[in-house]
Every structure is written in C-alpha cells, then in structure tokens.
C-alpha cells in the first residue's frame, strides 16, 4: 500500500475594500511614509471597516472562493481549521461560525491558535491528519483582524498590521515527490514579556481599569521582537533547506511571514538567495498576522508550477517558530 501524502490543490484569498495609507496614518499618529517605509516597508494595509464583522467574515470570504475555484463538492470536506489570534468570539470558535456560513454539512472545525506561525502549524496538523488515513479533505484558513487589537494611538505597532484571510484546500494524494515534504518548528516560551496582550485573559480579566488604561491591545517590544525572528527564521529555513539538500539553485521560492521587510531581506540573504526568489506583499498588505503566508501565495498562484520547490517560514508571539519544505502540485492559473 503506498504512503498517503498531502498536496495543496487550491488557494482563495480575501482582502477589505478599505486601504489605510501611510498618509492617513501620518494624520492619526506622528509618524510619516519615509519612516514606516524605512523600517518595516509597508506602503499601505487593509482594514476591515464595516460595523458588526469580525474575522470570520474574512475568513468564509476566503473560504468561498476556494470552494468555487476548486469546484469541490462541500460535502465531500472532512475538516475546517481556522488560525488566528483575532477570534470573533471568546467561544464558540470562529470555524464554526465559518462552517455554519458555508452550510458544510459533514464537516468538523476547529481554531488553532499559533499567533503569525498559526497557517505554517496548522498546514502541518491537517498534512498529518491526512497522512493518518483518517480524513481526505481539509480546508485550512489563516485570518487575522488585527485592526481590532491595534492601537492606532501608538505611533511604534499601528502602521504594522493589517486585516485579511486566504485558505487552501489539502487534499490526500498517492504521488510521493509532490505536497508537504518536511517540518521544523520550535516554542521557547521567552516571548510573553516582548509581545501580548495584557488584558482579556484569565490572568486579568477585563474591568473599568483595563479598558481606561488601553490593556486590550497589542503590546510589543520591537526590537527585541525583530532580533529574535531574524534568527529563528532565518536559522529555521537553513536547517531544513540543508537537510533536504535544497540550496539556490533547486530552491524556487520562498514564502516568509509578512512582519518587517527587513527580516524578509534578511532570511534571503541567509539562504543566498534572489528577492525575485522570495514572495512579498508586505507593501500593500502589511502584518496580517496568521494570514500573510495563504495571502502571498494566493497572489502569486499564478507564478507557481508543479515540482517547484518551496521553503514556508514564520515567527510570531510565544515566541513559536519554524519552517517547512513543501513541493507545490500544480500548475497555477
């Protein structure tokens, strides 16, 4: 009996109508163009502005266009995997709202929860559910409403994020040199202190005095935070691409998380590699946290062949890390 392996076999994307220029940014906090561009180099974010929508929203955008792309029947789809750090609610998880939306019949769903590393994770825990015989289809959505957490009160964290969803179809498949080839992630736990949340949680629940005292938004140590994602990143790709025998000139793209533009600079040039080797949307997206991975290769589907060889990486809060080789399966239209 031959090995089951996991393949993408289709990417959907969606991105808010609303776009927050650095121009306006300039007018809400002190800040310019030349300085956001100068260190993280994002131009302009999305945001999702209507009254009453939350991730899920995005995320069955996302997850629509996928189903009438593929032209799969949604009964035929085992599983539902939403990851994100935006949840619509604190319970029920966000994928049940999506799989009601969608009116998936036979379909189970979960939320995974792994901060900007969630889509490299969760495209993992899907690959092996599927390697384990047990489910054949699987849909797995980044998305992210980081709007909702930004405080756009702080000139240093509210020109870095941005709202958007993607999602891919992982199917089972009996061809072995195609799909999810090979993995390696990592969580120190050193984190908490440079990236979070301070209130919300358990350990400090909201009250008159979070909210008075801004708690409910991201809080981050940016330097700290940029020092140790250009390592682990950059560290995790060399890893796997020296396991894999994977080097310049066999490797065809790599898909990094969309943070800075300088860690992106930097893991290519850790691996020798060509920016035109490298995905990028970090201009016109910015930090769309769980999603900016789904999101580049959604925009750059077009580009893809079959047998191209790809290296995914990420590093977000925890601080979780890692990287993974996936062999793409088709021809992108």
Request: aromatic share 10%; with cysteine.
């Amino acid at each position: 009996m031959s090995k089951i392996n996991a393949i993408i076999t289709g990417v959907g994307g969606y991105l808010p109508d609303y776009i927050l220029t650095n121009e306006e940014l300039s007018r809400m906090v002190d800040t310019n163009d030349e300085w956001i561009m100068t260190r993280v180099g994002i131009k302009e974010r999305r945001i999702l502005t209507e009254e009453g929508l939350g991730t899920s929203y995005m995320a069955r955008k996302a997850a629509k266009q996928l189903l009438q792309k593929t032209g799969v029947d949604p009964d035929t789809i085992d599983t539902l995997i939403v990851t994100t750090s935006t949840a619509d609610y604190k319970f029920p998880s966000t994928a049940s709202i999506v799989v009601g939306k969608l009116g998936l019949k036979n379909a189970y769903a979960f939320d995974f929860w792994g901060a900007c590393c969630g889509f490299l994770y969760a495209l993992d825990q899907a690959a092996m559910m599927i390697q384990s015989g047990r489910v054949k289809k699987v849909i797995v959505i980044g998305a992210d409403k980081m709007s909702s957490v930004v405080d756009y009160k702080d000139r240093q964290t509210c020109p870095l994020f941005g709202d958007g969803a993607a999602a891919v179809l992982v199917e089972a498949t009996d061809e072995q040199d195609i799909g999810v080839m090979d993995s390696y992630f990592r969580c120190d736990g050193k984190g908490l202190p440079f990236l979070h949340m301070k209130a919300g949680g358990s350990v400090c629940p909201p009250s008159h005095f979070t909210v008075d005292h801004r708690l409910h938004y991201l809080y981050q140590e940016g330097r700290t935070v940029f020092r140790y994602a250009v390592t682990n990143m950059s560290d995790d790709c060399a890893l796997i691409a020296e396991r894999n025998n994977l080097d310049k000139s066999n490797i065809r793209w790599v898909v990094p998380h969309q943070a800075n533009m300088r860690i992106i600079e930097a893991v290519a040039k850790r691996l020798d590699l060509s920016m035109d080797q490298v995905m990028v949307n970090i201009e016109h997206c910015g930090n769309t946290s769980a999603a900016t991975i789904p999101l580049a290769i959604w925009e750059n589907e077009h580009l893809l062949r079959k047998g191209d060889n790809m290296l995914f990486t990420a590093f977000g809060a925890g601080f979780v890390h890692g990287a993974s080789y996936y062999k793409w399966a088709y021809d992108g239209q």
